[in-house]
């Protein structure tokens, strides 16, 4: 037995031990079970918030969050030094744990941060720093830039206090938190700085700084220093300056939109075996939804420019698969020219509709006036959401607006773009003026290389907002005298915390190349070929020309070498003539003729050349991209420019000139185009090939012969005898 001399001597020397920043139990702290709680404070559900506890969610952490529902007396800290009333919350919660040796407590902010692993791996990480008490680092220095002398040097890493994120054994925690008395609008990060500098506590408590991230990782200023990883099914972030894997990500000062970015692949929400883990996490299935009980929607449309395939875009909006008497409609045109269109719009939909308003320039609203109307109006009728769409939008597909409405996201987007290029709807990443820049992503995202629904800083054009995201007093505005209105709207929801999405799971539709738009034509759509080619094409090419232009597809031969196919649409066909009746300077059909040089015409017709309507650029446009590749085809080995100097519309009639003679034509093959229909527009006509007395009559409205010129097929026009014919002639490669 030990004497009591012994006993006495035994505790002096543990005692003298901590007295020197010896703790007697280190040792065994590594084998020993501790439990991990992480707690936060957080006075309301952010997006941010609830994007944190879907990150503990996914690892199991267990996580307390205090100060839900109170006030926030901390300042504001977004601006300006703050946050002692976090300090002050969390000591009223965790007084209970003060004492517990087998707990680690976690502080960690949770509107901006990200965890990317659980408990054990934060548990195995800290202990290894051989810490009492580990605060997290960052390259700045904030409040007070005075003391960065005060702070001891590391060999490495990052040098300055970030009281985001620190844990601790709790004991340990407690007294760090209760070390000094902190004011609601004191700075908790001054208050953890002032900590760590007094030198005597730092050794005495064993705090460290994670100064190589290999715990917390803070983007401000750091953002160089990380790199998305993708391994399989996991995403993670990788700090490459100092070969750290980090748990738990923050977004401190300006870097939260960053975070954002970082976040739509973090804690599992999008991998590269996988895909988008997330997106249908918060799903609402219309389908389990009586349409009785569907969300009232306000349909928003704004015409702000002179814009084409506008019938097409009323078009789509009037094919949407959602009940019309669950839509109020707001229409805001700026464009007298397409007033006719929304004013029949509107009226034409208007006992189906809850209620249609039609703003019209008279009203001398700007657009960002009429935007923030709608909005209003979306709120006085308290719509469950608010459906943007601008007219440089085409939306083919009609459950788009479900598909929105499912995503359940505060302000979501289908991701359209001009096709075959980059502009899109959307931004990955705004600069630090509130500007465009490109993320990482960007490129991916818009090629359709990753699909899934993208946590973006800007969106525009077409999106759809929860109506309880904008009500009063926090409804965000469209008018600012320094911005654009969707660069002012994104920005107010960016300020308020709200999250914007883009998503590409779906096809929604594309934008319309604004450039260059026509405007003194009857039908000015025309114009649009090379501008806006897919959406000409689905107004004015036949849907057999496809087939024909398989290789694989055989065309009609109904004469040696003269061939029949598909081409141009009957719309094309209706609005090429009237187009040269609208223009209506006809030639007399006589040799003389001045639009020729030489002024000469040996087989002369009643006719309008392209040129005379300004389409002629347009039409060589036309030859060369939808001709040309089925000339290749039928004529095999010959390789043109297929570019023709004769374009023009022929008009037949019995009192003008019902037939042409026998011809060759100066070519090395012509396309001959009806533009209407035998037996309804006229009788008789057609052509003969003479040399093998061979004819095509009632060529369908849209359909062209080709055949070669010059040598081997000399045809006549064969007489008109009732009605008014037309037909469009190419003389191709003469």
């Known amino acids: ?49 609830k994007r944190f506890l879907r990150s503990t969610d996914k690892y199991d952490v267990n996580v307390k969050v205090v100060g839900m529902g109170e006030e926030w007396t901390g300042g504001d800290i977004v601006n300006w030094p703050g946050g002692g009333q976090k300090i002050n919350l969390l000591k009223t919660a965790l007084e209970e744990y003060k004492d517990r040796d087998d707990l680690i407590l976690l502080f960690s902010d949770s509107y901006d941060v990200i965890f990317t692993t659980g408990a054990e791996e934060i548990i195995r990480k800290f202990q290894e720093m051989d810490a009492n008490l580990v605060i997290s680092a960052e390259s700045s220095i904030w409040p007070d830039p005075t003391l960065a002398s005060q702070y001891p040097e590391p060999e490495v890493g990052y040098p300055f206090v970030c009281s985001g994120l620190y844990m601790g054994y709790a004991p340990y925690f407690w007294s760090a938190l209760t070390y000094r008395d902190i004011a609601d609008k004191d700075d908790d990060q001054l208050f953890y700085t ?20 290999s715990l917390f990782m803070n983007l401000n200023g750091a953002r160089d220093d990380v790199k998305l990883l993708f391994e399989g099914a996991n995403s993670m972030l990788q700090n490459t300056k100092y070969r750290t894997v980090p748990a738990i990500i923050h977004g401190n000062g300006p870097s939260k939109l960053y975070l954002n970015q970082l976040g739509n692949y973090l804690a599992n929400y999008w991998t590269q075996d996988k895909g988008c883990l997330a997106c249908g996490e918060e799903r609402i299935d219309l389908r389990t939804i009586e349409e009785t009980e569907y969300p009232v929607v306000m349909l928003a449309l704004f015409i702000e420019q002179q814009t084409p395939f506008i019938d097409e875009y009323f078009k789509n909006i009037e094919d949407f698969n959602y009940p019309k008497n669950k839509m109020h409609l707001y229409i805001h045109v700026n464009v007298m020219l397409h007033y006719h269109h929304a004013k029949n719009f509107a009226a034409k939909w208007e006992n189906e509709y809850l209620s249609t308003t039609t703003v019209i320039p008279a009203y001398e609203r700007s657009e960002g006036e009429a935007r923030d109307e709608a909005l209003n109006l979306c709120n006085e009728v ?64 818009v090629k359709g290389n990753r699909k899934g629904v993208w946590n973006v800083p800007f969106v525009s054009t077409v999106y759809l907002i929860q109506g309880k995201r904008v009500r009063s007093p926090n409804t965000p505005s469209y008018v600012s005298a320094h911005m654009d209105p969707d660069m002012k709207i994104c920005k107010d929801l960016r300020d308020q915390g709200i999250f914007m ?40 090419i036949h849907p057999g020309y496809w087939t024909a232009k398989d290789p694989d597809t055989d065309v009609e031969l109904i004469c040696p070498d003269v061939y029949l196919f598909p081409i141009l649409s009957e719309t094309f066909a209706d609005h090429l003539v009237e187009e040269m009746e609208n223009f209506g300077q006809w030639s007399n059909g006589g040799n003389q003729d001045t639009r020729l040089e030489g002024g000469y015409e040996n087989v002369p017709t009643r006719d309008i050349h392209m040129n005379q309507i300004g389409y002629e650029k347009h039409w060589l446009y036309f030859l060369s991209h939808y001709v040309g590749p089925i000339c290749e085809k039928l004529y095999w080995g010959y390789s043109g420019r297929h570019y023709a100097i004769m374009n023009f519309v022929v008009r037949y009639r019995p009192d003008e000139q019902p037939s042409l003679r026998p011809h060759h034509d100066s070519s090395t093959y012509t396309i001959n185009i009806a533009l209407n229909t035998q037996g309804k527009d006229y009788e008789g006509g057609g052509a003969r090939f003479t040399r093998y007395n061979c004819s095509c009559i009632g060529l369908k409205k849209g359909w062209t012969l080709m055949h070669p010129g010059k040598l081997t097929h000399q045809h006549e026009g064969l007489p008109t005898t009732n009605g008014t014919r037309y037909i469009m002639i190419s003389f191709i490669d003469p």
């Open 501 to 540: 999405y883009v998503m590409n799971i779906y096809e929604a539709g594309r934008i319309l190349n604004m450039d260059g738009v026509e405007t003194s034509h009857l039908h000015n759509d025309l114009w649009q070929m090379s501008l806006n080619p897919k959406q000409w094409e689905e107004k004015y």
């Open 194 to 213: 002032q900590l760590y500098l007094d030198s005597s506590r730092r050794e005495e408590w064993k705090i460290k700084l994670d100064h190589v991230a």
């Open 382 to 445: 308290e719509c469950d959401y608010h459906f943007v769409i601008d007219s440089n939008v085409r939306l083919f597909n009609p459950e788009i607006l479900k598909r929105l409405i499912e995503q359940n996201k505060p302000v979501i987007a289908p991701m359209v773009n001009i096709p075959d290029k980059l502009w899109s709807n959307f931004w990955g990443e705004v600069n630090l003026e509130g500007y465009y820049a490109r993320s990482d992503d960007y490129v991916d995202i």
């Open 1 to 49: 037995m030990k004497t009591m001399a012994q006993y006495s001597f035994f505790i002096l020397f543990i005692i003298l031990l901590q007295a020197f920043g010896f703790d007697a139990s280190s040792g065994s702290k590594a084998d020993k079970e501790y439990e991990l709680l992480v707690v936060t404070v957080a006075t309301e559900e952010t997006d941010g918030f």
